[in-house]
């Protein structure tokens, strides 16, 4: 197993874009890094910029305005490549399925490796994700 890998496995850093949702599925994601859910002790964090994430956090449909920002992200991320879809409108569109201005969910613009849905998923399905990817990359 790579040294990347490895460090993938102990301590996941996560990039978090908002392709278009109500910004519920944001609140969710934050409150599983508050000490409550404390995410952390995954050692999970959030980072600033894909460049030093280890996996991509997609919360939204994507709109035809974050389409290509999510292709550019997803190609500058460093290998491998991890995306999870977070919410119902990241899996499915959910309530903005007949919008004009959606281009799709997620894993028609790029590969997701795990979905979350949940109209907003609460922390434990989000943290049960997280394992389960940990789990799949190890």
Not at 77 to 105: E, N, Q, W
């Amino acid at each position: 197993m790579s040294l990347k890998l490895k460090a993938l496995c102990k301590s996941p850093w996560l990039f978090h874009i908002n392709t278009g949702a109500c910004n519920n599925c944001d609140i969710e994601l934050v409150d599983a890094l508050t000490p409550r859910f404390d995410v952390e002790r995954l050692g999970v964090l959030l980072v600033g910029t894909i460049r030093h994430a280890d996996a991509l956090v997609v919360t939204g449909g994507v709109t035809m305005q974050a389409a290509p920002r999510l292709r550019r992200l997803y190609e500058q991320a460093p290998k491998p490549r991890l995306v999870i879809a977070c919410g119902s409108c990241a899996c499915t569109k959910g309530i903005f399925h007949d919008g004009y201005h959606m281009v799709g969910p997620v894993d028609e613009i790029v590969p997701v490796d795990i979905y979350i849905p949940g109209c907003p998923p609460k922390p434990e399905a989000i943290i049960d994700a997280l394992v389960k990817l940990l789990g799949k990359v190890a």
